[in-house]
Antibody, heavy 124, light 106 residues
């Protein structure tokens, strides 16, 4: 079955760029939508962005100016960059799959499966 | 943006209770709603999609209903493993989550 694993630095300095990668195993990244969600400590879930394997993207309007999502089908990976981070970007970051294409029809679906999550702290 | 509002924020209940959680959307999302269960330190787990469809492997004591702007998640007989936080999420326009309902032991 498909499994996802987040990787990246656990500590980022304020004003710098947070970079994370999600590696997909047990299946191909092609033909599906892939996304990032975050959860500040003790708080709720926030969708950040998603990307289709062809490269088309969608961003949370509240984060769009600072976020870039990309995909590397040759490595079966997709990535997230968040620019100009502050303490408010401290969170557990999850990657997940959300839908795909069947018979020429493509649609976003609920997040499933998820990675285990990785805590990123923003601090000097 | 579509805002999702869950109520109550916390629900105290006992094993065997029937519990109902509510999720409201700020505008119609048809049936494009999912419910997740999250336990401390774990990723959320998908329970319900398209408002009322049970994800494979999820116990039948979980059920979802609603359409438009009002949705409910019902647990027919609360089990010890069900004490957790539950989130709704709309996928009609962009994506957004409710703030969560924590189901705790009474």
């Amino acid at each position: 079955q498909v499994q996802l694993q987040e990787s990246g630095p656990g500590l980022v300095k304020p004003s710098e760029t947070l970079s994370l990668t999600c590696t997909v195993s047990g299946g191909s990244i092609s033909g599906y939508y892939w996304g990032w969600i975050r959860q500040p400590p003790g708080k709720g879930l926030e969708w950040i962005a998603y990307i289709y394997s062809s490269g088309s993207t969608s961003y949370n309007p509240s984060l769009k100016s600072r976020v870039t999502i990309s995909v590397d089908t040759s490595k079966n990976q997709f990535s997230l960059k968040v620019n100009s981070v502050t303490a408010a970007d401290t969170a557990v970051y999850y990657c997940a799959r959300l839908g795909g294409c069947t018979g020429g029809s493509c649609s976003v679906a609920p997040f499933d499966p998820w990675g285990q999550g990785t805590l990123v702290s923003v601090s000097s | 943006d579509i805002q999702m509002t869950q109520s109550p924020s916390t629900l105290s209940a006992s094993v065997g209770d029937r519990v109902t959680l509510t999720c409201r959307a700020s505008q119609s999302i048809s049936s494009w709603l999912a419910w997740y269960q999250q336990k401390p330190g774990k990723a959320p787990k998908l329970l319900i999609y398209k408002a009322s469809s049970l994800e494979s492997g999820v116990p039948s004591r979980f059920s979802g209903s609603g359409s438009g702007t009002e949705f409910t998640l019902t647990i027919s007989s609360l089990q010890p493993d069900d004490f957790a936080t539950y989130y709704c999420q709309q996928y009609n326009s962009y994506l957004s989550f409710g703030q969560g309902t924590k189901v705790e032991i009474k």
